[in-house]
């Protein structure tokens, strides 16, 4: 191909490209190029799509029907929720097929054997009364949340957000005691009918503080109750999604290998039926989400990829894999006993763990059936259909709820009790650094965490990145890519943003329930999504992908595809706004944070993480009657479905030929 000098490159005429060029864009783009001197490529520039910058905020413990349940979509589009399923009607009331999502006690008393989906059951005849747990009972400059003046929140928090989001951080708080049934619910509080529930219709609102459910790996999967024998063409993997309260009252959020207190009730894990409470956009909840969700795009089939909590999923946006004990120098171990998960019953309880919880049990070898917990949901896996891969090593102790990454902020080993040792598993971080792309991890607090501040509102179990020692052991590595919030909003404004940005808030705006808000969380992505649409060659070229870790235990209504050992879980929400993503559009396509993952690498063309990284599994294939279930599962979408890519039809035929090859249209 002969090439000329950059001083002549220029287009030939559009009259005799018109004359000369195929039809096809694709065809033109070619003939176009090959005629012209081409700089050098920048990798991270050099796309399958017109992004060339993907924004990921991950905020907390939200499931889909809880945010989005009573969502009405735009004209020509459908959605999944609690309102078109008839469970809900529309101003939050129970509706004609409320008993879909009924919920069930259970017993579970055999010490020798997990429960993941018991057989004896029965409904309730109304939900065990919601609990206030460790919601703030008062505002506090000193101990917040809420801070008591608008001074110490924007000395907080005053460049996280906008002026008018500040004050939300000075209301809410309950105004009674901590641990006790919430009677913010008034006279519903012990009749709550046994299904989902408005949380803001009755006593507390959408700018309250609200109690957090159980959101622990075996206890999830005891919520969601899968059994192929409850198979239905709508719902082939059988998860019935009937146990979230009695799981909530029956262990919680674990023993600790602790014994079951004396006078054990339904509030002694003080939570009750939190898990079924949801929020109503058709009354004024979620207003900001709402209105992006009308403009741009959500999925109603997008999933935490771990049953369980914060730290295994967040580790999933980085790795599309679960990490592993290790004896600290990147082999395979055993982990001390205490930390070995047995979700069986104590002698003389039902449902009270042997060995679990947030000073407990974390790890399991799902390679080993006969581990505590592990051959339920193995023999699960087995009798479907499909028989997906545990994807379990041999000798392999996985890590399955929080525990602290191996490294401190300043590259040093963590060496505090319940911490995962130094990990060696490879992350997308490693693909883009080979591949020269550039990237960064923005936490809010980094600064403060990194001095080792007690006060730091960063989330360590957040971020997929310090766990491993391939990054946190270089010091320049951590130095350009692990950075403060503060840095995302210059590098937004000087346009030096980098091609991909994950973004987590701190512990005060992450939305996660009785430590923040959900509105708090839409005030933390609307300064971003403000900031990035007021610099036009940024937005234009940008896709902002919002969503939730995980669903922090709240019921959801949606399918569930079991991809391996790990998940994945309940639905959680997934807005995506991008100038390639408006109309309102509701995406169908099966997807979990590892789509985040597939959707980099096939923008950049990138391969999978490594050979049984979950990024290796199939698009999926959707059957024109139900597009919710893949029919070649395991499947996991990359999200491009989300998008339209295709020309810009202008009015000017012209116009579609120089928009196809770069040129700007008459």
């Known amino acids: 191909m002969s090439q000329i000098s950059t ?31 081409q700089p050098a490529a920048n990798p991270s520039s050099s796309t399958t799509t017109p992004i060339k910058h993907v924004i990921i905020i991950v905020g907390e413990n939200r499931t889909f029907d809880h945010v989005f349940g009573t969502y009405q979509p735009e004209p020509g589009e459908t959605v999944s929720n609690l309102l078109s399923k008839g ?43 919601p609990n206030t747990g460790f919601t703030p009972s008062v505002a506090s400059d000193t101990n917040p949340p809420p801070f008591a003046t ?81 198979a239905t063409h709508d719902n082939p993997s059988g998860c019935k999604m009937d146990l979230f309260a009695w799981v909530e009252v029956s262990i919680g959020a674990g023993s600790n290998g602790k014994a079951q207190p004396a006078g054990f009730t339904d509030q002694s894990t003080n939570e009750g039926a939190t898990a079924l409470g949801f929020y109503n956009v058709n009354t004024g909840d979620m207003p900001y989400f ?27 946006i980085g790795t599309a894999d679960a990490l592993y004990y290790t004896d600290g120098n ?45 051959g339920a949901i193995r023999q699960y896996l087995n009798s479907l259909p499909y028989h997906p891969n545990a994807n379990c090593a041999p000798n392999t102790y996985y890590l399955l709820n929080n525990y602290n990454p191996g490294y401190n902020g300043d590259g040093t080993v963590n060496t505090s009790t319940f911490t995962i040792p130094p990990s060696p598993v490879r992350t997308i ?18 600064t403060t965490f990194v001095a080792n501040s007690p006060t730091s509102v960063y989330c360590n179990i957040c971020n997929p990145f310090l766990y491993e020692t391939a990054i946190m052991t270089n010091s320049t590595l951590r130095a350009n890519h692990l950075q403060d919030t ?60 919002i969503t939730t870790d995980e669903g922090g235990g709240y019921y959801d209504s949606g399918y569930i595809q079991p991809v391996d050992f790990f998940g994945d879980g309940p639905r959680i929400p997934l807005i995506i706004v991008s100038p390639y993503s408006r109309g309102g559009h509701v995406d169908h396509q099966y997807s979990d944070h590892v789509s985040l993952v597939k959707f980099i690498e096939r923008n950049w063309s990138l391969p999978p993480i490594t050979s049984r990284s979950r990024d290796n599994l199939p698009d999926p294939v959707q059957h024109p009657s139900n597009p919710y279930v893949p029919t070649n599962a395991p499947a996991l979408g990359d999200l491009f479905d989300a998008f339209r890519f295709h020309p810009v039809k202008h009015s000017d035929p012209d116009d579609d030929i120089r928009g196809a090859i770069g040129m700007p249209p008459f």
């Open 486 to 545: 503060t840095n995302l909003y210059s590098d937004i404004e000087n346009g030096s943003l980098p091609a991909v940005s994950f973004v987590k808030p701190g512990g005060l705006l992450d939305g996660h329930p009785e430590s923040s808000k959900f509105g708090l969380y839409e005030g933390f992505v609307r300064k971003i999504v403000d900031s990035v649409q007021a610099n036009p060659a940024l937005w234009a070229s940008t896709a902002i992908f």
């Open 330 to 374: 990147g082999h395979t171990a055993t982990p001390p006993t205490n930390q070995i998960e047995d979700p069986r019953p104590q002698k003389g309880t039902n449902n009270w763990y042997a060995q679990d919880g947030y000073s407990g049990g974390t790890y399991s070898n799902c390679s080993d059936p006969t581990q505590p917990g592990v």
């Open 150 to 230: 608008l001074a110490a929140a924007k000395a907080a928090e005053g460049n996280a957000l906008e002026p008018n989001d500040l004050i939300h951080l000075t209301t809410g708080a309950s105004g009674i005691a901590q641990e006790i049934p919430d009677t913010r619910f008034g006279s519903n509080l012990f009749n709550l009918p046994n299904g989902p529930y408005q949380i803001s219709r009755v006593g507390p609102n959408y700018d309250q503080y609200m109690n957090s459910p159980v959101h622990r790996f075996y206890q999830n999967w005891q919520q969601s109750d899968c059994n192929a024998a409850h």
């Open 7 to 37: 001083s002549r490159r220029k287009f030939p005429p559009v009259p005799a490209l018109l004359a000369t060029v195929s039809l096809a864009a694709a065809a033109l783009y070619c003939s176009a190029a090959d005629s012209q001197v």
């Open 429 to 446: 971080a490693d693909t883009l650094l080979q591949r020269n792309i550039s990237w960064k991890y923005y936490g809010e607090g980094w």
């Open 290 to 316: 709402t209105q992006l969700a009308h403009q741009y795009t959500i999925s109603d089939n997008y999933h935490q990829p771990v049953m369980g909590g914060t730290g295994a999923n967040s580790i999933m």
């Open 87 to 129: 469970i809900i009607r529309a101003n939050g009331a129970p509706g004609p097929n409320f008993a879909l999502a009924a919920q069930f006690m259970a017993t579970a008393t055999d010490p020798a054997q997990f429960a993941a989906s018991p057989v004896s059951k029965q409904p309730y005849s109304v939900l065990p009364a």
